[in-house]
């Protein structure tokens, strides 16, 4: 007699191809996993294991000299200082800007989606074409402006920099969030008395976690990762990681130091990595959130 109650068997084929799934996915991560492997080991070698052994050998003797003398004694050049002191430049340019261009692209989405103007539509795709357009053609006009500003070579006007050129994204994000938000949820605030700046602070921002999420997760990648703004707009001093990290790999005086290099190149990613591993299923949820209205 038939056990009515066992659950029904899978078709071999389709076994198979749930199983040749799985193992071309895990041939993919291994694929995308394997220069960090290589890196991380590498980091955790001494310079005479790295030239006699192999590149993808686990370390015979553990030792995190490296990553010491990536932090506080790297030569960037004429000074030997690691990457301390640029690490915190960059946190200190990152933390505003993101900040930043977050509140100010929450208000710009807030605006175009449910406070309707005359050329709302307009405005908005004049931002959405500003995002498209390449680092390379806003060199010389930002460093004018910089200039007149008297913030060149600075880390405010690098905050600067980054809050200009982020607000197209972070507006498009906010207001393709809030255009899911029903219009009525406004009209009755403002039957209850409630203004401009009382609705979005009391209602719309309580309602944006999602998409601020989002946005911070992609904007402190953004500007955290920039190479271009930070070595074109700083100086001696100012100069963010990522400068930094490319002065210590090409740096050719005496030994080629590839632990050290490889130190380095984890300690500047190290802050991105922790943003997607805690919030990475939030920047998912984040971004479907407004996928759908209603």
Known sequence: MTDISAPPRRPIGQTLLRWGLYAMLFLFAFYYLMPLF???????????EIRT????????????????????????????????????????????????????GAMNGYVIAQWRFPGANL????????????????????????????????????????VIYGIGFTTLFFRNYYVTIPQELVKAAKIDGAGFFRIFWSIFLPLSLPIIVVTVIWQFTQIWNDFLFGVSFSQAGTQPVTVALNNIVNSTTGVKEYNVDMAAAIIAALPTLLVYVV???????GLTAGSVKG
């Open 53 to 104: 052994g192999s590149l993808v050998a686990l370390p015979r003797e553990v030792t995190f000299d490296a990553w010491a003398t990536a932090w506080s004694g790297a030569c960037t050049g004429i000074q030997c200082e690691g990457l301390r002191p640029y690490f915190w430049n960059s946190m200190l340019m990152a933390v505003p800007a993101v900040a930043l261009s977050a509140l100010i």
């Open 279 to 285: 919030a990475g299923k939030y920047f998912i949820r």
């Open 123 to 162: 405005i908005f795709s004049l931002m959405l074409f500003g995002c498209f357009i390449p680092f390379q053609v806003v060199l010389l006009p930002m460093a004018r402006t910089l200039g007149f500003l008297n913030i060149a070579g600075t880390i405010p006007g690098l905050i600067f920099v980054h």
């Open 38 to 48: 290589v890196m991380l080991t590498t980091s955790l070698k001494s310079l005479e």
